[in-house]
Each structure stands twice: as C-alpha cells, then as structure tokens.
C-alpha cells in the first residue's frame, strides 16, 4: 500500500495540551455563513485544518488498521465484504432478536393460557408485568450504554443473553403476583442491552445506505415472534395433562433454548472487525475502511465529557427520544393486550392465536415496504409520516364502530392491523441515530436518551389499557391518538432541522471551506461529532 503524505506526518498530530475543545460548527460560523476567517479559526481548534489523520483522537485499537486516508474500493470487493458480513454478523442480530421479541411476547401468548388465574392476578397487575420490564430498563439503560462502548461487545451481548434466558426459564416456578415481578425486572435488566448493542454493531459494521435495511431486518422479528410465536403458543396450548401447565412449559422451554443461543453467539460473533479472528488481515481494514464514509467512527473508548454536552443540548436528540416515546407507548399496550383485544372481538381462543399470526405478516409488511420506499426515494422522514396515516384511521375506526355482527368483526380486525403501520416510523428514527449521531460519547449519550424514551413509553403502554375500560378500551385509543398528532409534528420539525444544518454546511463549501468537503475523508476516524465536522451530512 502506497505511504500518504499523512502516514509521513503520522505523528505530528495536536499534543494533549492542543487537544480540540468542543466547538459548535453550527454555531460559531454565523447564521449566514459569511464570516469566513471566523470559521477557519474554528476548524483549526478542531484540528481539522491538518490534511492528515489526528491519532490522538483515534482509538488505539483502530488505529492499528485504519489507513491515513480513503481508499477506493471497488463495487465488486465492496460486495465481497458484505457478504462476508452478512453471514458473520447480520444471522446473529435478526436471530437473538427474534429470540428477544419472542421472550417478552410470552406473556401475551401467556395472558389466554390461564396464567392470570394460575397466578392470582387482579386489576391492573397483569398491565404491571409489562411496565416492570421498562422501569428496569430505566434504570440500567445508560450504564448498560456505557459498558457497550468499553468493552467487548459481543462477549457482553452473549453473556446478557445467557442470563435473560436462565431469568426466563424461572417463569415458570412463579406462582405470585410477587414472584413475577422480580424475574420480569430481572428480564428488562438483561434485555436492556440487545436494541443499543445492535445500533452500534449495525453502525459498526455497516455502510449508512445499508443501516436502514438492516434495522428494519432485525427489528422485524417482533412481527417473526408474532407468526412463529402464535403457531407454538397453539401447539402448547394443547397441553391439558402433565407436570406442567401450558404456560409454564412454554417459560421453560423458550428459556431452555435461548441458553443454549447465547453460547454460541459468546463463540460465533466477533466484537469489532479489529478483533474479528475469522476474516484476514487485510480483509479487516477493508472492512473499516468501507463504513470511512460513515463519518460516524467504529468504536472509541475516550470518555469526553464535552459530548455529554453536546447531545443534551442537541434538538436532534430529543427528536428522537419523542418519536421513541410517541410509538412505543401504542406499541407496548398494542402488543401486551393483542390477544386481549383480538378474542375481544368474539374470537376463540384457536382464532385468536391464529389471527396473532396474520398480524406478524402485517408487522413484517409494513417495515419492508417502508425501507423499500425509503432506498427508492432517499426520504426518511416523509415516508415516516406517510406511514402514521393509516394508524389514524384504524384508530378511529376503532373508536367509533361497534361489533354487532360478522361484518362489523372484520372490518374492526383490519383496523386493528392498520393501526400498527407507524412501526415503521419506530423503525426508522433508530436507523437514523446510527447514521446521524456521530462521536462515541455522544452516540452513547443519545443512544441511551432514547431507550429511556423508549422504555417510558412501553412502561406507560399497558397502563392506559384500564381493565373496567375493556374490551374496545376508548381512553387507551384517544391517547394513542394523541401520540400519534405529536409524533408527526416532531417529524416535520426534525426534517425542518436537519435539512437547515446540510443548507448552511453546503454554504461553507460555497465559500470556499475545504474542511466542509473533504473528499478524502481524513478526519472519519478522529472522533468527532456530527456537529464538530463540517464536512458531516445529515440523512433525512
């Protein structure tokens, strides 16, 4: 490989005494970009002045492999490497977390299967259940976040899966209101950690036109959970005789298995492509080198208190964290009373599990037809909005007809498929922190910020479910509504902010900033965020 001008200048780099201070890009160049030499001081606080990598600010790990600067890669080779991890990675994320859906879905299966009676369960303790999960998952969300980005990750994954599965498995010795509380916190404990691990290995390993796509495929497996879950909670539904009611074999048996799952994503899944000992040298730092254009980093385990602050401050975060919160909160209650609601409408117990299925293939619909949009058209956020319009008219429907006759029956039942089509909005404002938050303290920071938006939101799900309110539950519709009006006023203003940022960008380059189009993409790997890079674009 050809030695760059950067190579040669390897080491002279900032010292820690010129170590950049955190300076708003955004901010310091004036609302109408025309303070040039203003901006050029900004850029050379930020080091981004030098045509060369800053190995100061690289990890230590990564550097070992990174090149100095981009290289090409060819679309052929480009694919090679896809695929390569494709089989390596992708398998193990759509798998555990099918596993992980299908785990927290048991209770809902559960819920017909007599667990209520088996339990004692009054009132609003079944709705507890659910809400328990999240409030654990409140707590731990953002040291489980922290330990992510120190150590390794899939090690960390494995050994989480591991215990969530032994947690799962002591369901069904659970014989009190009490008892399922402690293992259900247990099971949020561990679980908090599958969603943020795979938005870092998704941004890890993945280019950022690819991310969308391979959310939506692992995300998807709560409708695979729905299909698969629905033909095994009938098969163990059939258990009438034995040792061991319907419901606890099922504890037990999912339990059981996702053990073994763990173990072999412990053995089979590499932490990082620097440390993946299945793929050659060489094959590693092509690896790095295609997700460069990223902009985002692959991983740093500097701790900079200065991007705590930058996410806290950053209107983007907390668009996020209110489109999490706006579709958890419907899908958490969605999902725990499915059942619930379905044999609502004068379904047996058989139809009602079958029907359950249907709405798996809807779920999974729903999501690949969204990302299908969105790599045709390149609009996330319009296509985000689009997909909120059906919720709102299944949840009217919903509302306002009564179930009198077969007809009515029906007709209430497809409404209730169509209400789930904001999923895809869920879907996609998680593909877009990985592709739109950049600097790992920051990722950490804003990664965490959402799961905790999106643990309130399916913590606050059930409860809006009232039991006297039942079975058409008008106050838990009415606020879904309510989340719905927010959810696509929030995306109209994150695509207002974030088309603003890429304008005024475009005006550096206008201007003659080089360090706002750096095509060799130098500073890739210098961990920096989103709003420190000039030369960062925004997805929307």
């Not at 509302?399 to 089509?421: A, C, D, H, R």
């Amino acid at each position: 490989m050809a030695t760059t001008k950067a190579e040669e200048h390897r080491h002279d780099v900032v010292e820690p005494s010129e170590a950049p201070q955190v300076v708003d890009v955004e901010d310091s160049k004036g609302k109408d970009a025309t303070d040039i030499s203003q901006i050029e001081r900004v850029m050379s606080a930020e080091g981004l002045e030098k045509d060369y990598m800053n190995y100061d600010r690289v990890d230590k790990e990564l550097a070992k492999y990174v090149n100095a600067a981009r290289i090409d890669i060819s679309e052929a080779e480009n694919k090679r490497l896809k695929r390569l991890i494709d089989k390596r990675v992708l398998p193990i994320m759509i798998f555990t977390y099918f596993l992980q859906a299908l785990d927290k879905g048991t209770l809902s299966f559960a819920s017909i299967m007599g667990i209520k009676t088996d339990a004692h369960l009054v009132g609003q303790q079944y709705s507890w259940l659910t809400t328990c999960i999240y409030i654990a998952v409140l707590i731990v969300e953002y040291p489980t976040n922290w330990l992510i980005q120190r150590v390794p990750i899939a090690k960390y994954l494995g050994l989480n899966i591991v215990l969530w599965s032994i947690t799962l498995a002591l369901h069904a010795v659970c014989r009190s209101f009490a008892s399922f509380v402690a293992v259900r916190t247990l099971l949020g404990i561990f679980e908090a950690v599958c969603q943020p691990s795979f938005l870092v290995l998704s941004s890890m390993w993945y280019k950022r036109e690819e991310q969308a796509q391979i959310v939506t495929y692992w995300y998807m497996m709560n409708g695979g959970q729905q299909i698969v879950g629905g033909l095994l909670a009938y098969c163990f539904s059939l258990i009438h005789h034995g040792p061991l009611k319907s419901w606890q074999a099922i504890f037990l048996t999912y339990g059981c298995f996702s053990v073994l799952w763990g173990c072999f994503v412990l053995w089979w899944l590499p932490d990082s492509p620097m440390r993946a000992k299945c793929f050659t040298k060489k094959d590693k730092t092509l690896m790095i080198e295609r997700v460069r254009t990223n902009q985002t980093g692959i991983q740093n385990k500097t701790f900079r208190p200065e991007q705590i602050k930058e996410a806290l401050l950053d209107p983007q975060s907390w668009c996020y964290c209110g489109i999490a919160i706006c579709t958890t909160l419907p899908t958490s209650g969605l999902g725990a009373f499915a059942n619930i609601i379905i044999s609502g409408f004068h379904f047996t117990v058989l139809q009602t599990q079958l029907l359950a299925m249907v709405l798996g293939v809807v779920i999974i619909i729903i999501l690949l037809s969204s990302t299908w949009l969105v790599k045709k058209t390149g609009q996330n956020l319009i296509v985000m909005g689009l997909y909120v319009i059906p919720s709102f008219i299944g949840t009217i429907v919903l509302m306002t007809v009564e179930n009198k006759n077969k007809g009515t029956q029906v007709g209430l039942l497809i409404s209730y498929y169509i209400v789930l089509s904001f999923w895809a909005a869920q879907t996609l404002a998680m593909s877009m922190i990985s592709r739109n938050i950049a600097g790992q303290t920051k990722k950490t920071v804003v990664v965490a910020m959402n799961f905790v938006a999106w643990a309130t939101g399916n913590a606050i799900g059930p409860q809006v479910f009232l039991s006297w309110n039942a079975p058409r539950y008008f106050i838990a519709f009415a606020v879904h509504m309510g989340c719905y009006v927010l959810l696509v006023l929030v995306i109209m203003f994150l695509r207002w902010e974030l088309k603003r940022r890429n304008v005024r960008r475009d005006r550096l380059v206008e201007a003659g900033i080089r360090e706002a189009k750096d095509e060799m993409l130098v500073h890739a790997f210098d961990d920096l965020t989103d709003v420190e890079n000039p030369n960062f674009r925004y997805i929307y």
